[in-house]
């Protein structure tokens, strides 16, 4: 049985990865910037270590051209249910899969965490925790 559920944890895990990726890849907006300012910017979100371990700003200077790449794609499960109900199921099948493998993760990860795991009181926690997780998820997607 402990197999079984590490299996759809795994199986979880890629439908996750793999509609995630999608839905960027489909849905996702992209914006390319270049030039000095963006390796400025890069190089002085860098945070350096001073001799007693303290983390402090590091001063930068940089020279030359830098390219930053940024893919974002995001729904709201009001947007998403939106879409579902006017039929466009194909066009959010992306989406689910990512929301589908986020909770496959989170209740398959936990049946094999109570099986696989000797020290029952920390099993218990951790599907506590991912019991509390879906809990608040299923009822953000219903009250949306």
């Not at 890069?42 to 893919?71: C, L």
């Not at 109570?114 to 809990?135: D, H, P, R, T």
Request: avoid cysteine; aromatic fraction near 10%; hydrophobic fraction near 55%.
């Amino acid at each position: 049985m402990f197999i079984l559920f590490l299996a759809l944890t795994g199986l979880s895990v890629v439908a996750l990865i793999v509609g995630t990726v999608w839905t960027a890849v489909v849905s996702g907006q992209t914006r390319r910037r270049s030039g000095p300012e963006v390796g400025a910017e890069m190089m002085a979100g860098r945070m350096a270590r001073d001799s007693e371990g303290h983390t402090r700003p590091q001063h930068v200077f940089f020279k030359g051209k830098a390219v930053a790449v940024e893919r974002k794609a995001s729904f709201s499960f009001a947007e998403i249910k939106q879409q579902l109900r006017a039929g466009e199921w194909l066009d959010m099948f992306p989406v689910l899969l990512a929301i589908g493998g986020f909770l496959g993760l989170f209740l398959f990860g936990a049946a094999a965490a109570w099986l696989g795991i000797e020290n029952k009181l920390l099993a218990g926690l951790i599907v506590i925790v991912a019991l509390y997780a879906l809990i608040r998820t299923v009822s953000a997607i219903v009250r949306a």
